[in-house]
């Protein structure tokens, strides 16, 4: 816009609202400058007027409530009036910020969003001067939005969020903070989110050490019911005194840590502010996760005891966590007994083991034994339970439990642990088992036989050969995959289960032969997934009368077509409603007799390149859904053709009709 434009434009007094954009002028408009006649602006956008260096006085605009600054490429400072609003964004040169009235402006601030100012050192309102119009307690009372993104060099010298009026927060690349966000007030992430999430790590990550009140403004957070830590490296402490402002905390996530509360962490500043705290850290803490973090036992132990409404446990690829200790067990007394022995001939090394042990040991309060419902630990390699009590009976309120075994997971127990014996809670609902690498037999025990398992998962244990179910007579699902060792000795002892409605078999080769007793033993199964068609037999599918949803998953075969006795056995599941046929790769001709199945809905061919076309006889007239995902063009274009207003076709998940 040329000089001359602008200058002739003498806007009304009374304009409210001005935006100026790729002017090219070095100087603001004299109606803008020396003459100020929009003396009734309430707001101003600047954008792009790359040549200026000195702003107007905003002063002279006594009705300013938001000022927005973008792209002025040479301006170096920049003086605000009491305002609402304020916007400084890719500014390169701008140095210094600061306010006609820093006590007015800290009152009336609504909203403030400072980006991509790489130069900007100060700015008079986050100073922490002892002669400043503003005290701590009444700092931007407020404010609602504060966005503060990359500004290397800004010094905020006060903790945040700023006060308790915030809805949103978010801060990154800002020199002190890691990165920072808040949304609506009761979600907050901390740390390198994007490392996490595989892109770029935040460097101001890596400075944050203690997270304290120096930090974490925890008092204006009252209200916050989730927090994520993410990869801060050389975080090695937080503050209990400051967690217990968190009086709404319910869930508490720390990931990538690795030198977290790790076991040479100095214990002195941990302990004074945990003396300080005089309640529960976590005083509504229901759901804590730690996955790969360098935490010692002892302090999660320390944790565990200040968070007494805690339900749900998580820990994953926490290799310095060593032994679970229950409070009914007397395995730590015994250990330093025997190691404080009178002939014990090499006292020093003995406390060095017991002070490694000590570091290690996991200690479970009294009442979290009887609180938590969900329970998993994954890839903790050091971890072991002491078998020899059944140990896990002990969680008498344990819903959910989801293991993946690391050779040591069990290796301390009696001959219930030879003989693959499980004493679970008679609580337990749900069991997820994978990596299970230290027995060939598994038996699911429970106390006086009272089982309420209705979910059970076995996975990814190529080594279990004997899966033994006789007190699982409550299951509702039943997965194994990739137990290519199981064999038919998963039947011994089996109770019919009557309410078995879903069952998933794959990878599992000796496990097709013994599946045909499945359907007399389970009346009700709805829901089959199967990656082996042998198992379609006429004696197994004559029984199954409330079969609803089949999957075929046939990715590890060869197999071109079903038998003549498969496909005569597929057709007997008169109240089947769903059929799938997934990864069949070398699949080449679906069965014919699709069109004899009276109840079928939905049928879905999910990458099967090879099959080119539908069956001959057509499919059946009560098919109301036909799903093609990435399949052969010819069997693209024949289902197209099929769509009506009565069966609805999607191809490569858009519907066609």
């Avoid at 922490?128 to 700092?139: A, F, K, L, M």
């Avoid at 992430?189 to 790590?201: A, P």
């Avoid at 990656?531 to 079969?547: G, I, N, Q």
């Avoid at 099959?611 to 069997?635: F, K």
């Amino acid at each position: 816009m040329a000089r001359e434009v602008i200058e002739g434009l003498e806007p009304h007094t009374d304009l409210k609202h001005l935006q100026i954009s790729r002017y090219n002028g070095t100087t603001s408009p004299t109606w803008l400058a020396k003459n100020i006649s929009v003396t009734s602006l309430q707001t101003l956008h600047l954008d792009d007027c790359g040549g200026w260096r000195i702003l107007p006085s905003m002063g002279s605009l006594p009705f300013l409530t938001k000022l927005k600054l973008s792209n002025m490429w040479e301006v170096t400072e920049v003086l605000v009036p009491s305002l609402e609003e304020l916007i400084l964004l890719n500014m390169p040169k701008l140095v210094r910020c600061s306010s006609t009235s820093v006590g007015a402006l800290n009152s009336s601030l609504r909203g403030l969003q400072i980006e991509d100012c790489e130069a900007l050192k100060e700015f008079d309102l986050f100073e922490n001067d002892d002669n400043s119009e503003i005290t701590q307690g009444s700092w931007l009372p407020g404010l609602r939005t504060l966005i503060l993104k990359y500004c290397p060099h800004l010094e905020v010298l006060k903790p945040l969020p700023p006060s308790t009026t915030f809805s949103k927060l978010l801060i990154r690349a800002v020199s002190r903070f890691p990165y920072m966000e808040v949304s609506s007030g009761e979600k907050l992430k901390i740390g390198n989110i994007d490392e996490y999430m595989g892109y770029d790590i935040d460097e101001s990550c890596d400075e944050l050490r203690i997270l304290d009140d120096k930090t974490l403004a925890f008092h204006n957070l009252r209200n916050l019911k989730s927090m994520a830590i993410y990869g801060c490296r050389n975080l090695r402490s937080f503050s209990f005194k400051g967690f217990s402002h968190l009086v709404s905390l319910s869930s508490l996530e720390m990931t990538e840590c690795e030198q977290l509360l790790s076991s040479d962490v100095t214990p002195e500043y941990t302990l004074e502010d945990v003396t300080a705290v005089n309640c529960n850290a976590f005083p509504s803490l229901k759901s804590l996760s730690i996955e790969s973090c360098g935490i010692a036992g002892k302090w999660l132990s320390l944790m565990l005891q200040h968070a007494p409404y805690l339900e749900e446990l998580s820990i994953d690829g926490c290799t310095h966590i060593t032994t679970v200790l229950l409070p009914m067990e007397e395995e730590e007394n015994s250990l330093l007994t025997t190691v404080l022995s009178p002939g014990n001939p090499d006292e020093a090394l003995n406390w060095l083991l017991y002070d490694l042990y000590r570091n290690g040991l996991l200690h479970i309060p009294s009442n979290l034994v009887s609180s938590l419902k969900n329970m998993t630990i994954y890839e903790c390699p050091l971890l072991s339970f002491n078998w020899v009590n059944g140990c896990l009976s002990g969680f008498t309120s344990l819903e959910k439990l989801s293991i993946a075994d690391y050779h040591n997971l069990f290796s301390s127990g009696g001959d219930d642990l030879t003989n693959g014996r499980w004493l679970l809670p008679t609580s337990l609902q749900e069991l997820n088992i994978e990596l299970f690498c230290c027995q060939e037999t598994l038996q699911l025990c429970f106390p006086r036989d009272i089982t309420s398992l209705k979910k059970l998962n076995v996975c990814d244990s190529p080594g279990l050969q004997s899966l033994q179910l006789h007190s699982c007579t409550a299951l509702e699902e039943l997965k194994i995959f990739g137990c290519g060792s199981l064999t038919v000795t998963v039947l011994e002892g089996i109770q019919p289960l009557g309410s078995l409605g879903r069952l998933n078999v794959s990878d599992c080769p000796g496990l097709p032969p013994c599946l045909e007793s499945f359907s007399t033993l389970c009346p009700r199964l709805e829901r089959l997934c199967i990656d082996d068609p042998s198992v379609l037999t006429t004696s197994f599918c004559k029984h199954l009368t409330s079969m609803i949803h089949l999957s075929l998953q046939l990715d590890f075969l060869t197999v071109t077509r079903l038998t003549d006795e498969q496909e005569q056995a597929l057709v007997l599941l008169k109240s089947l409603q769903k059929l799938e046929f997934i990864w069949c790769s070398a699949l080449v001709d679906l069965p014919e007799g699709l069109h004899t199945l009276p109840s079928l809905k939905r049928l879905e061919i999910n990458q099967c390149g090879r099959i080119t076309r539908l069956p001959e006889a057509g499919l059946p007239h009560s098919l109301e859904e036909l799903e093609i995902r990435s399949c052969s063009q010819e069997l693209d274009d024949e289902c197209r053709r099929l769509a009506t207003s009565k069966l609805k076709v999607k191809i490569d998940w858009t519907y066609v009709n």
